[in-house]
T-cell receptor, first 115, second 109 residues
Framework: NAGVTQTPKFQVLKTGQSMTLQCAQDMNHNSMYWYRQDPGMGLRLIYYSASEGTTDKGEVPNGYNVSRLNKREFSLRLESAAPSQTSVYFC??????????????FGPGTRLTVL | RKEVEQDPGPFNVPEGATVAFNCTYSNSASQSFFWYRQDCRKEPKLLMSVYSSGNEDGRFTAQLNRASQYISLLIRDSKLSDSATYLCVVDANDYKLSFGAGTTVTVRA
């Protein structure tokens, strides 16, 4: 099993360009998440998808859109990149238990720089 | 106020030493608690869940204090390979998690 995979690993954009970050998991998990990680800050949730066909905003959704293409894939789109979106982006998946959150498994991350 | 706060460190300790650090959380309704480990330029990975009664996994011991709303992690007999950033993680709501900014531990030979 590959677990959670993300592409690309690195990306440099100019302000105003758009791009889509891809994420796929092969663990048959229902829930998937997109986070960003900035120096000195914890991971912040951008969007999540509790199950196929549903998406919800997290803590910092502005400037992003998501698509839960199927149970395996969850993409993150930057429509018009801004320097403030320079960050490391992590995708994660989990299979929540009835009593609460289960372990989240993370992809290797995408390092994005917006000039 | 941040939902999860951690001392960023770094904690610099010699091999074989014991190191311990805490994190505090603000949501008294939180039910699930975890420690994740993140190596430099890598993704976070679950180190251990934290149970109400406290739990141990080899050289790692986690404790939960609900009254004071803090979680602790203790590492005994530190190894060079324990050098990493340790993330305190607490459930927020609707199966989402809140992550602390991390405590960096450096074990020196």
């Amino acid at each position: 099993n590959a677990g959670v995979t993300q592409t690309p690993k690195f990306q440099v954009l100019k302000t105003g360009q758009s791009m889509t970050l891809q994420c796929a998991q092969d663990m048959n998990h229902n829930s998937m998440y997109w986070y960003r990680q900035d120096p000195g800050m914890g991971l912040r949730l951008i969007y999540y998808s509790a199950s196929e066909g549903t998406t919800d905003k997290g803590e910092v959704p502005n400037g992003y859109n998501v698509s839960r293409l199927n149970k395996r894939e969850f993409s993150l789109r930057l429509e018009s990149a801004a320097p403030s979106q320079t960050s490391v982006y992590f995708c994660a998946s989990s299979e929540p238990l009835a009593g609460g959150p289960d372990t989240q498994y993370f992809g290797p991350g995408t390092r994005l720089t917006v000039l | 106020r941040k939902e999860v706060e951690q001392d960023p460190g770094p904690f610099n300790v010699p091999e074989g030493a014991t190191v311990a650090f805490n994190c505090t959380y603000s949501n008294s309704a939180s039910q699930s608690f975890f420690w994740y480990r993140q190596d430099c330029r890598k993704e976070p990975k679950l180190l251990m869940s934290v149970y109400s009664s406290g739990n141990e996994d080899g050289r790692f011991t986690a404790q939960l204090n609900r009254a004071s709303q803090y979680i602790s992690l203790l590492i005994r007999d530190s190894k060079l390979s324990d050098s990493a950033t340790y993330l305190c993680v607490v459930d927020a709501n609707d199966y989402k998690l809140s992550f602390g900014a991390g405590t960096t531990v450096t074990v020196r030979a």
